[in-house]
């Protein structure tokens, strides 16, 4: 079974400092996608950052950046210098060969001004 | 342009109406997908179809019947629904590479239903 775990129903970080959200998953193909995704109240679900399995190199996109540990199954988030707009929940998601994707619990993450 | 559109945006019907709702995307994509989101919780898949046949079929109930008429729109049809069923519904598509395997997945805004 594919299941992916976030251990951290909700956090807070205050503007300007560094929060870091967790993701781990279950799986046994060696080729891979991994995705964050970040969904403000009541708003559209869009992508933050996708890194692809295969890539040793973390990716980055502009203040968000991943560690990824495969070999670990971690898929971690950074955020830098949050932003009252990063207030969202955020869902990690693991999509192996096909068209399935699996979404974590999610992370209610709180900017605090 | 990554643009999922979906409507109605809000629909409130009650539990004999028939409606449906709409999806379209202009990216070329071939897979697309149904989810149900409850408040706070992940999108639970509904259905898949790739190349539009349908390829996922997540167990929902009759009550549900999706259509993809071509490969740039996707119905959800709904009839006798349950208050259970309020939920948003979001419509999602991502591009289908050689071998059936797909890349990124992007989501239009969903349509927030409420059954009385």
């Known amino acids: 079974a594919q299941t992916v775990t976030q251990s951290q129903p909700e956090m807070s970080v205050q503007e300007a400092e560094t929060v870091t959200l967790s993701c781990t998953y279950d799986?046994?193909?060696?080729?891979?996608?991994l995705f964050w995704y970040k969904q403000p109240p009541s708003r559209q679900m869009i992508l933050v950052i996708r890194?692809?399995?295969?890539?040793?190199q973390n990716a980055t996109e502009n203040r968000f950046s991943v560690n990824f540990q495969k070999a670990a199954k971690s898929f971690s988030l950074k955020i830098s210098d949050s932003q009252l707009g990063d207030a969202a929940m955020y869902f990690c998601?693991?999509?192996?060969?096909?068209?399935?994707?699996?979404f974590g619990t999610g992370t209610s993450l709180t900017v605090i001004p | 342009d990554t643009e999922v559109t979906q409507t109605p945006k809000h629909l409130v019907m009650g539990m004999t109406n028939k409606k449906s709702l709409k999806c379209e995307q202009h990216?070329?994509?071939?897979?697309m997908y149904w989810y149900k989101q409850k408040a706070k919780k992940p999108p639970e898949l509904m259905f898949v179809?790739?190349?539009?046949?349908?390829?996922i079929n997540e167990s929902v109930p009759s009550r549900f019947s999706p259509e993809c008429p071509n490969s740039s729109l996707l119905n959800l049809h709904l009839h006798a629904l349950q208050p259970e069923d309020s939920a948003l519904y979001l419509c999602?598509?991502?591009?289908?590479?050689?071998?059936?395997?797909?890349?990124?997945?992007?989501f239009g805004p969903g349509t927030r239903l409420t059954v009385l």
């Open positions: 999602a598509s991502s591009q289908e590479a050689s071998g059936g395997s797909t890349d990124t997945q992007y």
């Open positions: 179809y790739s190349y539009e046949k349908l390829s």
């Open positions: 990216m070329g994509h071939r897979a």
């Open positions: 799986t046994s193909e060696s080729d891979y996608y």
């Open positions: 890194q692809e399995a295969y890539k040793q």
């Open positions: 998601a693991y999509k192996p060969p096909g068209n399935q994707f699996y």
